[in-house]
């Protein structure tokens, strides 16, 4: 699987952090961990609305399959994404949440708050976090008694998050100016062009 790490500028600060506690919980899993930003060194900032329409398109191409990202509460960042095609997001505060997430509802995103109750400490719960998050294969179902019935309900909801949600097509009726500049996020575009299967933009 691999993994794209990318959050809203407001939190730049945390990126290296984020992508280091991802790559430690995925690439023992296997997983292939890319960071596209937002960096601390950039002046150029990218709002969660943004940072979503990203992510929306790193899916939506099949450039990648997960994306581990964030705001200052991270539920903006959830909402935005659950808005736009291709993203089925959960909200992943703590260890017992990003479990149930991957477990349960077996999304392709996860939105953790990186400012918000962010105090003594807040790395190791990052850390472990994520670890819950890639323990196991995503949808397997939790509890074990439950697993079958829990991946029937995975599989219909995002039958139903298909059906709801318009397809990328979407992209077109976007105000120019939000498209204008989620284009000039040049790593995100050119990663999508190399690994991605054709989607327009």
Same mark, same amino acid.
């Given at each position: 699987?691999?993994?794209?790490?990318?959050?809203?500028?407001?939190?730049?600060?945390?990126?290296?952090?984020?992508?280091?506690?991802?790559?430690?919980?995925?690439?023992?899993?296997?997983?292939?961990?890319?960071?596209?930003?937002?960096?601390?060194?950039?002046?150029?900032?990218?709002?969660?609305?943004?940072?979503?329409?990203?992510?929306?398109?790193?899916?939506?191409?099949?450039?990648?399959?997960?994306?581990?990202?964030?705001?200052?509460?991270?539920?903006?960042?959830?909402? /935005?994404?659950?808005?736009? #095609?291709?993203? @089925?997001?959960?909200? !992943?505060?703590?260890?017992?949440?990003?479990?149930? $997430?991957? =477990?349960?509802?077996?999304?392709?995103?996860?939105?953790?708050?990186?400012?918000?109750?962010?105090?003594?400490?807040?790395?190791?719960?990052?850390?472990?976090?994520?670890?819950?998050?890639?323990?196991?294969?995503?949808?397997?179902?939790?509890?074990?008694?439950?697993?079958?019935?829990?991946?029937?309900?995975?599989?219909?909801?995002?039958?139903?998050?298909?059906?709801?949600?318009?397809?990328?097509? /979407?992209?077109?009726?976007? #105000?120019?100016? @939000?498209?204008?500049? !989620?284009?000039?996020?040049?790593?995100?575009?050119? $990663?999508? =062009?190399?690994?991605?299967?054709?989607?327009?933009?």
């Amino acid at each position: 699987m691999k993994v794209g790490v990318i959050q809203a500028s407001s939190q730049k600060e945390k990126n290296r952090l984020l992508e280091a506690c991802t790559r430690q919980a995925a690439e023992k899993r296997g997983h292939e961990v890319v960071n596209f930003g937002i960096f601390p060194e950039e002046d150029e900032t990218y709002s969660y609305v943004e940072t979503g329409v990203l992510i929306s398109l790193l899916l939506c191409s099949g450039a990648v399959d997960f994306v581990v990202t964030g705001c200052s509460s991270g539920q903006g960042m959830m909402l /935005c994404c659950n808005s736009l #095609p291709g993203v @089925l997001c959960g909200y !992943v505060p703590t260890p017992q949440d990003a479990f149930l $997430f991957g =477990r349960i509802n077996g999304g392709n995103a996860a939105s953790l708050p990186l400012g918000l109750g962010f105090g003594w400490l807040g790395e190791l719960n990052l850390e472990l976090t994520l670890e819950k998050l890639f323990d196991e294969a995503f949808g397997c179902g939790y509890p074990p008694e439950d697993a079958q019935r829990k991946q029937r309900d995975t599989v219909l909801l995002q039958k139903l998050n298909a059906i709801t949600k318009r397809g990328p097509d /979407c992209f077109a009726e976007y #105000p120019a100016g @939000l498209m204008e500049k !989620v284009k000039q996020r040049k790593n995100v575009m050119d $990663f999508i =062009r190399r690994h991605g299967c054709g989607l327009e933009i």
